[in-house]
């Protein structure tokens, strides 16, 4: 099998998640194991991304406990880190299982833009890739030691977003 590469989706636009989803349908199209593993996103209702990959056998874990101050206020620091920290090991063991083929860490880089991991996590990530493993970071606020790292860079940069005139997300078309 094909050396695996490491992809980088990045920036402040709209399509990193939806991006890396498209891949992963890609994927799993041509018989690849897939797995989404999904950080910040605890508290968000199932998006369409997550019901449809499901349907095509594509495996999709979202770490519960684990949502953005941006979007909830009360959430207490230091019990996101420790969860996040749990889901990195997770995500190691996964990676290591040699099972699959694509897989994709979703909000990883604004884990690591907000201190909420460091760059040896990502590391430690990247060092547990099997060579054909296909490894994919989505995610505001990528560090430059990531991009460096990566074969693939792509950032998504807003030039216009109907949020700014207060159109709320709409149900499958933002998530």
């Known amino acids: 099998m094909a050396k695996g590469l490491i992809h980088v989706y990045t920036g402040d636009g709209k ?12 994927a799993a199209g041509h018989g690849r194991n897939v797995l989404i593993l999904q950080f910040l996103k605890g508290r968000t209702k199932d998006s369409g991304e997550i019901i449809s990959s499901e349907k095509t056998g594509i495996k ?28 990195v090991t997770y995500s190691i063991k996964e990676i ?4 699959y083929d ?35 970071f989505t995610g505001r606020g990528a560090p430059k030691e990531l991009i460096e790292i990566a074969d693939y860079v792509t950032e998504m940069k807003m030039i216009k977003h109907p949020f700014e005139k207060g159109v709320k997300a709409r149900k499958g078309i933002e998530f």
């Open 15 to 26: 399509g990193k998640t939806t991006a890396a989803f498209g891949l992963a349908k890609r």
């Open 60 to 87: 999709v874990v979202k770490f519960e406990d684990q949502t953005t101050p941006l979007f909830d206020p009360v959430v207490k620091l230091p019990e996101l880190k420790n969860s996040i920290k749990k889901a």
């Open 102 to 136: 694509l897989v994709i860490l979703d909000e990883f880089n604004t884990v690591l833009s907000c201190n909420y991991a460091t760059m040896k996590d990502a590391e430690k990530i990247i060092g547990a890739k099997p060579d054909s493993l296909e490894l994919v």
């Open 96 to 99: 290591k299982s040699g099972i």
